[in-house]
C-alpha cells in the first residue's frame, strides 16, 4: 500500500498471542509494512499522540490504526474518540478488530468515524481467514498523510 | 433485606385490613337491633294513635247523643207544658183562642216523643215510663176540654183542682229532669274523657317523637361511622396493595437483574475462554506449518547420520504430530462447549415472537427436512392428525421439535428401522401435549433427568454432539409458558412429551429469560 510511502499499521492488540497471529496472517497476505504492536492504551495514546499528547508526533507520517476494543486499562472506543477529535490524528484510518458484535458497539464505533469494523471470528479457521483477507485489503487501500 | 423489610410492614399492615371487617360485622349486628327497635317502636306507636283515636271517636259520639237526648227531652217537655197552658188558658177564660197553642203542641208532641225514643234505647224509655205519663197527661187534658167544650166548664175546673193532672205533670217532670241529669253526666264525661285522650296524644307524640328523633340520629351516627370504618378499610386495603404490587415489581425487577447477570456472565466466561483458545488453535496450526517445514529435514537420510538423528526423525515423524493431534482434538472439543455456551446464551437473549402456527404444518417440514435420512434407515416418520393451532414462537418450536425428531433418528437401535410417531395427547386447559415417541435405545431409569442438563449424555456415547440438545429443548419449552418430560424404556423406545401453552404473552425486553 501506499508504494513509495512508509505506511506503519498501529496494532492496539492486548493479547500477545493474538497480536502475533495477526502480525503473521497479515504477513502472508503479502503486506509488509511496519507493524507496531502495543499491549495497552496507554501505550497506544503514546504512539499516535507523542509524549506531550498533541498529536503533533504522528504529522507527516503515514499511519492505520488496527484497534482492539477490549483493553485492560482503557475502552479502545475512548481512543477512537480521541484519535477523530484531534485534528492531526483525525484522517488516520482505524480499523477496529474485536470480540464484540454487539450491535450498538458496532453503530457507536462508525458514529466516532471509525473506517471498518471487524469482529474476529471466535475459532481459528475464520480469524486467520479474515485477518488474511484484511491484509488484502490493506494491500490496495491509500492511506493519507497526516497533517 | 430488603424483602423480610417490605415483608413484615406488608404483614404489619394486614391487622388494621381485618380489624374493620370485624367492626363491620358488630356494626352490622347493632344496626339489625336497632332497625328492630325502630320498627317495634313504629307499630306501637301506629296500634296506640289508632286505640286513642278510637277512644276519642267513641267521647265524640257520645258527647253528641248525650246532647241530642237534652235537647229532645226538653222539646218533648216543652210541648206539653204548652199543651196544659194552652188547655189552663180556655178553661179558665173559655175563650177558644187559647186551643190553638193546645192544638199545635199536641200536634208536636207524638213527633218529639219519637225522637226521644230515637236516642235512647226501647227498654230505658220503657222503665221510665214516659210514654204511660204522656199518654195520662194528654187523657187528662182531652177530658176536661171536651166538659168544656160540651158547656160543662165547672165539672172541668173540678177535674183540674182534684190535682191528678197537676202530679201527672210533676212526675213528668221530675222524669224529664232525671234524664237529662243523666245525660249531663254523660256529657261531663265524655269531656272528660276527650281531655284525658287529649293528655295522652300530647305526651305519648312527645314522646314518640323524641324517640324517633333518637333513633334517626343513632342511624345517622351509625352510617357516618360505617363510613369512616369503610374509607379507613379502603385506604389500608389500597396501601396494603400497593407495597404488595411494589414488592412484585422489586422481585420482578431482581429477578430480571439475575438473570441478566447470568446471561452476561455466559457471554463473557464464553467469549474471555475463546480468546486464549484462539491462541492455542492458532499456534498449533503454526507449530503445524513449522513441522512440515521439519518434515523435509526428517525425510534427508543424512539426518540419521547425526548422533541425535533417529530421536529427531522419531519426534519429527510420530511424537510431535500425534502431540498436536491430541492438542488439536482437545481443543476443538473445549472450543465445541464454549460455542454451546454461547449460542445458549444468545439463544436466550433472542426475544420470542408469538405468531399463528399450525403444528401440524410445522411438523410436515420438519418431517420432510429428515425425509432423506430416514430413507437411508428405512425408518418413517407419522404426524398423527388431529394437531392443534396454538400461538408460539416459530423458531423456538422448530428448534424443540427439530432437536427431538433428530434425537429419534440419532439414537435408534441399530437393528431396528426408526419409527417416529408425533400426536397431540390430553392436556390440561390452555396447553396443548404433543408427543414424539420413537422405537429406539430408550434411556436407563437413572440418567432420565440427566438428559435434560448441560453437556449431559446418557448411553452409548457413539453420536456426535455436545449434549446442549435437550437442555436446549427444556429451556425453550419453558420459556413458552411449558416443559417437557420423559418416558422410556431402555431397548423399546422413548417418548418425550413437550407442553405447551396455547397462548404465549409477548416478552417484554428487560423480562427474564
Same mark, same amino acid.
Given at each position: 500500500?501506499?508504494?513509495?510511502?512508509?505506511?506503519?499499521?498501529?496494532?492496539?492488540?492486548?493479547?500477545?498471542?493474538?497480536?502475533?497471529?495477526?502480525?503473521?496472517?497479515?504477513?502472508?497476505?503479502?503486506?509488509?509494512?511496519?507493524?507496531?504492536?502495543?499491549?495497552?492504551?496507554?501505550?497506544?495514546?503514546?504512539?499516535?499522540?507523542?509524549?506531550?499528547?498533541?498529536?503533533?508526533?504522528?504529522?507527516?507520517?503515514?499511519?492505520?490504526?488496527?484497534?482492539?476494543?477490549?483493553?485492560?486499562?482503557?475502552?479502545? @472506543?475512548? @481512543?477512537?474518540?480521541?484519535?477523530?477529535?484531534?485534528?492531526?490524528?483525525?484522517? @488516520?484510518?482505524v480499523v477496529v478488530l474485536t470480540t464484540t458484535d454487539d450491535a450498538r458497539e458496532i453503530q457507536r464505533c462508525y458514529d466516532l468515524g471509525a473506517n471498518v469494523y471487524v469482529t474476529k471470528p471466535v475459532d481459528y479457521e475464520n480469524f486467520a481467514n479474515a485477518i488474511r483477507q484484511l491484509g488484502l485489503f490493506f494491500s490496495v487501500m491509500q492511506v493519507p498523510e497526516t497533517l | 433485606m430488603t424483602a423480610i423489610r417490605d415483608l413484615s410492614v406488608w404483614l404489619g399492615g394486614r391487622p388494621s385490613v381485618e380489624a374493620p371487617s370485624k367492626g363491620a360485622r358488630r356494626l352490622i349486628r347493632v344496626t339489625y337491633v336497632l332497625s328492630g327497635v325502630a320498627l317495634v317502636l313504629l307499630v306501637a306507636l301506629f296500634a296506640t294513635s289508632f286505640w286513642l283515636f278510637e277512644r276519642n271517636q267513641q267521647a265524640t259520639v257520645s258527647l253528641l247523643q248525650a246532647r241530642e237526648q237534652r235537647g229532645a227531652l226538653f222539646r218533648l217537655m216543652l210541648s206539653v207544658q204548652a199543651a196544659e197552658s194552652g188547655q189552663r188558658g180556655y178553661l179558665l177564660t173559655g175563650n177558644t183562642s187559647y186551643l190553638d197553642p193546645y192544638r199545635s203542641a199536641l200536634e208536636h208532641v207524638n213527633d218529639r216523643l219519637q225522637a226521644v225514643h230515637r236516642l235512647y234505647a226501647s227498654e230505658e224509655v220503657a222503665r221510665s215510663g214516659l210514654d204511660d205519663l204522656i199518654t195520662q197527661k194528654l187523657a187528662e187534658l182531652s177530658s176536661t176540654i171536651a166538659l168544656c167544650d160540651a158547656g160543662n166548664r165547672a165539672e172541668a175546673m173540678a177535674v183540674v183542682l182534684d190535682g191528678h193532672g197537676q202530679r201527672t205533670m210533676d212526675r213528668l217532670r221530675d222524669q224529664v229532669e232525671?234524664?237529662?241529669?243523666?245525660?249531663?253526666?254523660?256529657?261531663?264525661?265524655?269531656?272528660?274523657?276527650?281531655?284525658?285522650?287529649?293528655?295522652?296524644?300530647?305526651?305519648?307524640?312527645?314522646?314518640?317523637?323524641?324517640?324517633?328523633?333518637?333513633?334517626?340520629?343513632?342511624?345517622?351516627?351509625?352510617?357516618?361511622?360505617?363510613?369512616?370504618?369503610?374509607?379507613?378499610?379502603?385506604?389500608?386495603?389500597?396501601?396494603?396493595?400497593?407495597?404488595?404490587?411494589?414488592?412484585?415489581?422489586?422481585?420482578?425487577?431482581?429477578?430480571?437483574?439475575?438473570?441478566?447477570?447470568?446471561?452476561?456472565?455466559?457471554?463473557?466466561?464464553?467469549?474471555?475462554?475463546?480468546?486464549?483458545?484462539?491462541?492455542?488453535?492458532?499456534?498449533?496450526?503454526?507449530?503445524?506449518?513449522?513441522?512440515?517445514?521439519?518434515?523435509s529435514l526428517s525425510a534427508d537420510p543424512g539426518l540419521l547420520k547425526l548422533e541425535a538423528g533417529s530421536d529427531g526423525k522419531r519426534a519429527i515423524d510420530k511424537d510431535i504430530p500425534e502431540a498436536i493431534d491430541f492438542i488439536r482434538r482437545s481443543t476443538i472439543k473445549m472450543d465445541g462447549l464454549i460455542k454451546a455456551i454461547l449460542q445458549l446464551s444468545r439463544e436466550g437473549q433472542r426475544v420470542l415472537v408469538p405468531q399463528r402456527i399450525d403444528l401440524g404444518e410445522l411438523l410436515d417440514s420438519i418431517s420432510a427436512g429428515v425425509q432423506h435420512r430416514l430413507n437411508e434407515t428405512d425408518g418413517e416418520i407419522v404426524i398423527r392428525r388431529p394437531l392443534g393451532v396454538i400461538e408460539a414462537d416459530r423458531l423456538a418450536l422448530e428448534q424443540i421439535f427439530g432437536n427431538l425428531i433428530d434425537n429419534a433418528i440419532k439414537y435408534r437401535r441399530p437393528s431396528v428401522p426408526p419409527r417416529i410417531v408425533v400426536r397431540e395427547e390430553a392436556a390440561r386447559f390452555g396447553e396443548v401435549t404433543i408427543a414424539v415417541e420413537d422405537n429406539g435405545r430408550g434411556i436407563a431409569r437413572e440418567d432420565l433427568e440427566r438428559v435434560?442438563?448441560?453437556?449431559?449424555?446418557?448411553?452409548?456415547?457413539?453420536?456426535?454432539?455436545?449434549?446442549?440438545?435437550?437442555?436446549?429443548?427444556?429451556?425453550?419449552?419453558?420459556?413458552?409458558?411449558?416443559?417437557?418430560?420423559?418416558?422410556?424404556?431402555?431397548?423399546?423406545?422413548?417418548?418425550?412429551?413437550?407442553?405447551?401453552?396455547?397462548?404465549?404473552?409477548?416478552e417484554r425486553k428487560d423480562e427474564p429469560r
Amino acid at each position: 500500500m501506499n508504494h513509495g510511502k512508509p505506511v506503519r499499521i498501529v496494532m492496539v492488540e492486548d493479547d500477545d498471542g493474538h497480536a502475533r497471529l495477526i502480525e503473521r496472517n497479515v504477513r502472508r497476505a503479502g503486506v509488509n509494512n511496519e507493524i507496531i504492536h502495543v499491549a495497552n492504551g496507554t501505550d497506544a495514546l503514546a504512539v499516535l499522540f507523542g509524549p506531550d499528547g498533541s498529536g503533533t508526533a504522528s504529522v507527516g507520517k503515514h499511519l492505520l490504526v488496527l484497534l482492539d476494543l477490549n483493553l485492560p486499562d482503557m475502552s479502545g @472506543i475512548g @481512543i477512537l474518540e480521541k484519535l477523530k477529535a484531534n485534528a492531526h490524528t483525525k484522517r @488516520i484510518p482505524v480499523v477496529v478488530l474485536t470480540t464484540t458484535d454487539d450491535a450498538r458497539e458496532i453503530q457507536r464505533c462508525y458514529d466516532l468515524g471509525a473506517n471498518v469494523y471487524v469482529t474476529k471470528p471466535v475459532d481459528y479457521e475464520n480469524f486467520a481467514n479474515a485477518i488474511r483477507q484484511l491484509g488484502l485489503f490493506f494491500s490496495v487501500m491509500q492511506v493519507p498523510e497526516t497533517l | 433485606m430488603t424483602a423480610i423489610r417490605d415483608l413484615s410492614v406488608w404483614l404489619g399492615g394486614r391487622p388494621s385490613v381485618e380489624a374493620p371487617s370485624k367492626g363491620a360485622r358488630r356494626l352490622i349486628r347493632v344496626t339489625y337491633v336497632l332497625s328492630g327497635v325502630a320498627l317495634v317502636l313504629l307499630v306501637a306507636l301506629f296500634a296506640t294513635s289508632f286505640w286513642l283515636f278510637e277512644r276519642n271517636q267513641q267521647a265524640t259520639v257520645s258527647l253528641l247523643q248525650a246532647r241530642e237526648q237534652r235537647g229532645a227531652l226538653f222539646r218533648l217537655m216543652l210541648s206539653v207544658q204548652a199543651a196544659e197552658s194552652g188547655q189552663r188558658g180556655y178553661l179558665l177564660t173559655g175563650n177558644t183562642s187559647y186551643l190553638d197553642p193546645y192544638r199545635s203542641a199536641l200536634e208536636h208532641v207524638n213527633d218529639r216523643l219519637q225522637a226521644v225514643h230515637r236516642l235512647y234505647a226501647s227498654e230505658e224509655v220503657a222503665r221510665s215510663g214516659l210514654d204511660d205519663l204522656i199518654t195520662q197527661k194528654l187523657a187528662e187534658l182531652s177530658s176536661t176540654i171536651a166538659l168544656c167544650d160540651a158547656g160543662n166548664r165547672a165539672e172541668a175546673m173540678a177535674v183540674v183542682l182534684d190535682g191528678h193532672g197537676q202530679r201527672t205533670m210533676d212526675r213528668l217532670r221530675d222524669q224529664v229532669e232525671a234524664m237529662v241529669a243523666t245525660a249531663d253526666e254523660d256529657i261531663s264525661n265524655s269531656v272528660r274523657t276527650q281531655t284525658a285522650v287529649a293528655q295522652s296524644t300530647r305526651l305519648f307524640t312527645a314522646v314518640s317523637a323524641a324517640l324517633i328523633l333518637g333513633a334517626a340520629v343513632g342511624a345517622v351516627l351509625m352510617i357516618l361511622r360505617y363510613l369512616r370504618e369503610l374509607i379507613a378499610t379502603r385506604s389500608a386495603l389500597e396501601v396494603a396493595n400497593v407495597s404488595l404490587e411494589d414488592r412484585v415489581k422489586e422481585r420482578t425487577s431482581d429477578l430480571y437483574r439475575a438473570n441478566e447477570e447470568i446471561q452476561r456472565f455466559a457471554y463473557i466466561v464464553s467469549h474471555d475462554l475463546r480468546s486464549p483458545l484462539v491462541n492455542i488453535m492458532g499456534f498449533t496450526s503454526e507449530l503445524e506449518t513449522s513441522l512440515a517445514d521439519l518434515a523435509s529435514l526428517s525425510a534427508d537420510p543424512g539426518l540419521l547420520k547425526l548422533e541425535a538423528g533417529s530421536d529427531g526423525k522419531r519426534a519429527i515423524d510420530k511424537d510431535i504430530p500425534e502431540a498436536i493431534d491430541f492438542i488439536r482434538r482437545s481443543t476443538i472439543k473445549m472450543d465445541g462447549l464454549i460455542k454451546a455456551i454461547l449460542q445458549l446464551s444468545r439463544e436466550g437473549q433472542r426475544v420470542l415472537v408469538p405468531q399463528r402456527i399450525d403444528l401440524g404444518e410445522l411438523l410436515d417440514s420438519i418431517s420432510a427436512g429428515v425425509q432423506h435420512r430416514l430413507n437411508e434407515t428405512d425408518g418413517e416418520i407419522v404426524i398423527r392428525r388431529p394437531l392443534g393451532v396454538i400461538e408460539a414462537d416459530r423458531l423456538a418450536l422448530e428448534q424443540i421439535f427439530g432437536n427431538l425428531i433428530d434425537n429419534a433418528i440419532k439414537y435408534r437401535r441399530p437393528s431396528v428401522p426408526p419409527r417416529i410417531v408425533v400426536r397431540e395427547e390430553a392436556a390440561r386447559f390452555g396447553e396443548v401435549t404433543i408427543a414424539v415417541e420413537d422405537n429406539g435405545r430408550g434411556i436407563a431409569r437413572e440418567d432420565l433427568e440427566r438428559v435434560f442438563d448441560l453437556f449431559r449424555r446418557a448411553g452409548a456415547q457413539d453420536q456426535a454432539g455436545e449434549g446442549i440438545g435437550l437442555a436446549h429443548v427444556r429451556s425453550l419449552a419453558r420459556r413458552l409458558g411449558g416443559d417437557v418430560s420423559v418416558t422410556s424404556e431402555v431397548g423399546a423406545g422413548t417418548v418425550f412429551r413437550v407442553r405447551l401453552s396455547r397462548r404465549v404473552r409477548p416478552e417484554r425486553k428487560d423480562e427474564p429469560r
